[in-house]
């Protein structure tokens, strides 16, 4: 663990004079000697060895009002500052070493505004590309083409996004629980291209799993695969969709421990998913957080420490290794957002 931080401390060091010296993030540096897969953050890319603990589905900066309703997601960068950075500092001491956002275009996505938490805090943030379902979907993408979308998630996939001087790391999207929709359906083809095209992952906000094997049906169509897809709320359909989703090959991540449900029901699903041999392909969040825009003062954020203070010892306690503890909170979130 101490390793693991003073890596993260020279990872984060190395990240800093790269982007101090205009480095476009990752590219130069894989150009060159190596070609070592990436955690692409807001801090710059990271090795495997200079993080550690990662969550892979939290929000820092969310506002769930549709794009329609004026000040929705607009924010004084300063305020969700000092209301946030405490919190990526509390995360840290608890021995998560990096943070996936997970806020796409529709719900108040702001690139500039997790850059300055990210930097206050010396804390490095994972951002999306991508769209969340309607009818969140803004105006400008229901009317882009297949093609025009395409192009802009490849833009931030390998450029920046919106002059931020932040890169996109993956792309996250959404489908309605009632079934994915036409709009949704276009944004979705033209994700599978870009991943196919950058290797980056996709996510599925998707709380009914019937929906999946479509989702999952288009990206093979697109010329991509589920194994570089994660049905993000699995936890909200039954262990049997999850299993059955999972030997398709796509990620399986249970994201919301410490909410509503006991801890004895994240530990019955791990236990299954590793028993049925798809522990490599399990993932484990909070979903909690944020400064929002819709509250006073962005409300009061719940912190991003339930899962390494109160649930891992739980998990470890009901007869589940270290070694697969490390896999689930460590290797697995590495190697599904890295590229
Ligand atoms: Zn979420």
């Given at each position: 663990m101490w390793n693991r931080r003073e890596f993260l401390r020279a990872g984060l060091c190395a990240g800093a004079a790269m982007a101090l010296a205009g480095c476009r993030m990752g590219r130069d540096a894989e150009e060159g000697e190596d070609a070592m897969e990436k955690l692409i953050t807001t801090l710059g890319p990271l090795e495997a060895s200079a993080v550690g603990m990662i969550l892979p589905h939290e929000h820092v900066f969310v506002d769930l009002r549709t794009p329609d309703v004026p000040g929705q997601g607009e924010a004084d960068a300063q305020d969700v500052v000092a209301l946030m950075a405490p919190e990526l500092e509390k995360a840290r001491a608890a021995g998560v070493t990096a943070i996936v956002e997970c806020s796409p275009e529709g719900v108040g996505r702001n690139a500039a505004i997790l850059k300055a938490v990210s930097e206050a805090a010396a804390y490095p943030l994972v951002a999306p590309t991508g769209i969340y379902r309607e009818p969140w979907v803004p105006r400008w993408a229901q009317e882009a083409s297949e093609d025009a979308l395409h192009e802009w998630m490849l833009g931030e996939l390998q450029g920046e996004i919106e002059g931020s001087g932040v890169q996109a790391a993956w792309i996250k999207l959404s489908a309605g629980d009632d079934g994915i929709t036409e709009i949704e359906r276009k944004i979705l083809r033209a994700a599978a291209r870009a991943g196919a095209e950058t290797g980056a992952i996709l996510g599925s906000h998707t709380r009914r799993g019937r929906v999946l094997h479509e989702q999952l049906d288009i990206v093979e169509a697109a010329?991509?695969?589920?194994?570089?897809?994660i049905w993000i709320?699995?936890?909200?359909?039954t262990l049997a969709l999850n299993l059955e989703v999972a030997a398709r090959g796509a990620w399986i991540e249970y994201d919301a421990?410490?909410?509503?449900?006991?801890?004895a029901f994240w530990i019955g699903r791990i236990q299954a998913m590793l028993e049925a041999g798809h522990g490599e392909q399990v993932m484990l969040s909070h979903d909690r957080g944020w400064y929002d825009p819709a509250k006073p003062g962005g409300g009061t954020p719940k912190a991003f420490t339930y899962i390494s203070e109160q649930f891992l010892p739980k998990l470890a306690a009901a007869g589940v290794d270290e070694a697969t503890i490390e896999m689930l909170t460590a290797t697995n979130p590495f190697r599904a957002f890295a590229r």
């Open positions: 010329g991509y695969t589920p194994e570089r897809f709320h699995a936890q909200n359909d421990i410490g909410g509503g449900r006991e801890d």
